[in-house]
């Protein structure tokens, strides 16, 4: 069995780089997989499934096709694309996955999330994120028109970056007290996760017991993929441009 888990690529008309590197990925490497996994901030922004713009569709009919080969796709949200509902996966040919979720990889228990979560010493985001994902706010903002949800998408993310130049680094990354109490309370001892755009494996201890975080590459100027076989756990970046 072959998995591949990739996290924050972002996927924009603006970036073609990542765009391009995506498509390269899904009709190669991808296909050598059994599933393929998403962990979030897929896209730079969604605003619903009411609104995909044709770019956004393309991107749905890649992974149809990868599906059609076979591979099964799962994704998650993130915290820019929360709002992403089955009407992309049904398009998409994938499973939309709750966060957190327990998996079986290489025969073992695993916890996947997108991250941002276990991000708690940033209590003004951990607020925000209570009232974004609030099943009400979610069906108001839903119902907005168009042009409002695009509005107020635009006004988030310019703030997001603003507050984010402004936060410690500590702040904006994972708290490292959060993560054994949440492994321990799915009886894990590998998480896996992205957000933080800073790929590593961390060591620690669960319960007395060792374990691992495995925190996901952001494609940006480069790509990341984890991928998880007979040999083990691997992450390895690439190049966006293809020879």
């Not at 996947?112 to 979610?138: E, F, K, V, W």
Request: a neutral charge.
């Amino acid at each position: 069995m072959i998995n591949l888990l990739i996290s924050d690529l972002h996927l924009e008309e603006q970036r073609p780089d990542i765009t391009r590197a995506f498509l390269h990925f899904l009709a190669g490497r991808a296909r050598t997989a059994d599933a393929l996994y998403i962990l979030g901030d897929f896209f730079e922004a969604w605003i619903g499934d009411d609104a995909m713009s044709p770019f956004q569709r393309s991107i749905a009919q890649a992974l149809r096709d990868l599906s059609g080969h076979g591979v099964r796709i799962y994704l998650m949200h993130g915290n820019r694309d929360f709002m992403l509902g089955q009407g992309f996966c049904r398009l998409a040919g994938c499973t939309l996955l709750n966060d957190p979720c327990l998996v079986e990889l290489n025969g073992e228990r695993v916890l996947l999330m997108h991250g941002d979560s276990l991000c708690t010493q940033d209590a003004a985001y951990m607020r925000l994120r209570r009232i974004l994902r609030n099943p009400l706010t979610l069906w108001m903002l839903r119902h907005l028109p168009l042009t409002t949800r695009h509005k107020l998408a635009r006004k988030l993310r310019k703030e997001s970056r603003a507050q984010t130049q402004m936060k410690a680094s500590e702040i904006t990354d994972v708290n490292p007290e959060e993560v054994p109490s949440v492994m321990a309370a799915h009886g894990v001892r590998t998480l896996i996760h992205g957000h933080t755009h800073r790929p590593a494996t961390h060591q620690l201890h669960v319960d007395g017991e060792p374990a691992r975080r495995i925190v996901l590459g952001d494609w940006d100027k480069q790509g990341w993929a984890l991928q998880v076989d007979e040999h083990g756990f691997q992450q390895a970046p690439f190049a966006l441009t293809q020879d």
